[in-house]
């Protein structure tokens, strides 16, 4: 589980809770059930409108991406390029048929089936960078109807304020129910703004910047594949392919 979304949104709630009641507030009354339903599913329906099909399904069929930890594990990934690379060296590409075909790695998979029936670089590298390219472009799409949605709440939060004045209004004859009614009218701009930056629009940025690790790994393997084509030093390819790794990360070679 990737901690930072969850205690994130912990963390955000109960500060949030932690300032109402040093004001004397009750945090319980924050939460009106009229709001949220009023605010999340319009929120969500209109992102609809806002997106394309193909993206809305991804993004709810990926929604536990966000709170998985990163699936991504370069130096796992560096290390089968270069036992790979060495094995090709050694024997040729042909050797790599059987390999090939325990790969579970689609992309992977892909390219150096490619490879090994003989294509040209050029074209090996052109249509791989077809397939980055349509998986960039499929995770922004999912990662932007949350981002939509959560542009969307303070809207619907401030529609949902409105809709409850109207009514609370109309209680003037008794001023109790009309003031109870204005409180809960406001707690429709606080659900809006809240879930506009703590919910749904982290969702989104969360799920786009985890997609980036995606793209990372093919675009690594790529340069894998490209330098297993090449026939490139395995200790050379290895030190090319480190270079993918973040500013945040140690470098090891296998060959130290």
């Known amino acids: ?125 052109e249509t791989m960078e077809r397939v980055i390219e349509e998986t960039e472009e499929f995770w922004h799409g999912c990662a932007h109807y949350w981002i939509v949605a959560g542009e969307t709440s303070p809207v619907m939060g401030l529609v949902g304020a409105v809709m409850g004045l109207i009514l609370a209004l109309q209680k003037l004859d008794n001023p109790k129910e009309m003031a109870e009614g204005i409180a809960g009218a406001f707690t429709a701009t606080v659900t809006g703004i809240f879930s506009a930056y703590v919910v749904l629009g982290p969702i989104g940025s969360k799920m786009k910047a985890k997609s980036h690790h995606l793209v990372k790994e093919q675009q690594l393997m790529l340069e894998g594949i490209i330098g297993i084509v090449h026939g490139d030093n395995p200790r050379t390819l290895e030190a090319k392919l480190l270079n993918f790794l973040s500013p945040m990360e140690e470098k090891h070679s296998q060959f130290d």
Do not use: W
Request: hydrophobic share 45%.
């Open 1 to 125: 589980m990737d901690l930072t979304v969850v205690l994130g949104i912990l963390g955000a709630i109960t500060s949030l809770s932690l300032g109402d009641s040093l004001e004397g507030g009750n945090p319980i009354h924050l939460v009106h059930i009229t709001s949220l339903i009023i605010i999340f599913p319009t929120a969500m329906l209109a992102s609809m409108v806002a997106t394309d099909g193909e993206y809305v399904k991804g993004a709810y069929k990926n929604l536990g991406f966000v709170f998985k930890k990163n699936p991504v594990d370069l130096h796992a990934r560096i290390k089968q390029i270069i036992e790979l690379a060495t094995l090709a060296r050694r024997e040729g590409l042909l050797a790599l048929e059987q390999k090939v075909a325990q790969i579970d790695n689609p992309f992977l998979k892909q390219g150096l089936s490619m490879a090994v029936d003989g294509n040209e670089i050029d074209t090996i590298h």
